[in-house]
T-cell receptor, first 112, second 111 residues
Framework: DAKTTQPPSMDCAEGRAANLPCNHS???????VYWYRQIHSQGPQYIIH???NNETNEMASLIITEDRKSSTLILPHATLRDTAVYYC?????????????FGKGTHLIIQP | SQTIHQWPATLVQPVGSPLSLECTVE??????LYWYRQAAGRGLQLLFY??????ISSEVPQNLSASRPQDRQFILSSKKLLLSDSGFYLC??????????FGPGTRLTVT
């Protein structure tokens, strides 16, 4: 699986959009970008995934650059409950049975 | 809907004692099952995964073992705990598609 690079921490004001970047310059053509988050003392929660097109669901939007070397997770209206560690993970299409490789992620702190 | 259970939620065990953590999944059949560990201040590490009853793959050599006696049951065990086994143990399942769904976790402290 390709390596990802994320900033260790970010702050965002409550009610504003939180934009979390991820670099994955060695991504292969059949690798998807996944985002998970982990709220303190809980298990990780799946957020969204994408291959090359931008994706949106009820939780967030995922913007992938045309060259697929980076992506941005957008939480459109951040709330205090969005404070968590956000993980960007790249893995082969279809997922398969293999486990996920988590890096250190970005600790997003939503400020009141 | 699918749910995943883990117990116990917290556990304090002395060094050298045995360990058994249990994970069960409801609402799905033949899931892929996973055990992860998160040591204090560190990232999530995949320990074991299973694609079916009796089929276990180990990712990290250690004094832990896993078993899958039933389709939706995954057990993490140790014969003798080490201090370094302390951490937050998470079970997860997937249907072979893109997402993995995690349980609430077991916080293990080895004293």
């Amino acid at each position: 699986d390709a390596k990802t690079t994320q900033p260790p921490s970010m702050d965002c004001a409550e009610g504003r959009a939180a934009n979390l970047p991820c670099n994955h310059s060695t991504i292969s053509g059949n690798e998807y970008v996944y985002w998970y988050r982990q709220i303190h003392s809980q298990g990780p929660q799946y957020i969204i995934h994408g291959l090359k097109n931008n994706e949106t669901n009820e939780m967030a939007s995922l913007i992938i650059t045309e060259d697929r070397k980076s992506s941005t997770l957008i939480l459109p209206h951040a709330t205090l409950r969005d404070t968590a560690v956000y993980y960007c993970i790249v893995r082969v299409a279809g997922g398969g049975a293999d486990g996920l490789t988590f890096g250190k992620g970005t600790h997003l702190i939503i400020q009141p | 809907s699918q749910t995943i259970h883990q117990w116990p939620a917290t556990l304090v065990q002395p060094v050298g004692s045995p360990l058994s953590l249990e994970c069960t999944v409801e609402g799905t059949s033949n899931p892929n099952l996973y055990w992860y560990r998160q040591a204090a201040g560190r990232g999530l590490q995949l320990l074991f995964y299973s694609v079916g009853i009796g089929q276990i793959s180990s990712e990290v050599p250690q004094n832990l073992s896993a078993s899958r006696p039933q389709d939706r049951q995954f057990i993490l065990s140790s014969k003798k705990l080490l201090l370094s086994d302390s951490g937050f143990y998470l079970c997860a399942w997937s249907s072979g598609s893109y997402e993995q769904y995690f349980g609430p976790g077991t916080r293990l402290t080895v004293t």
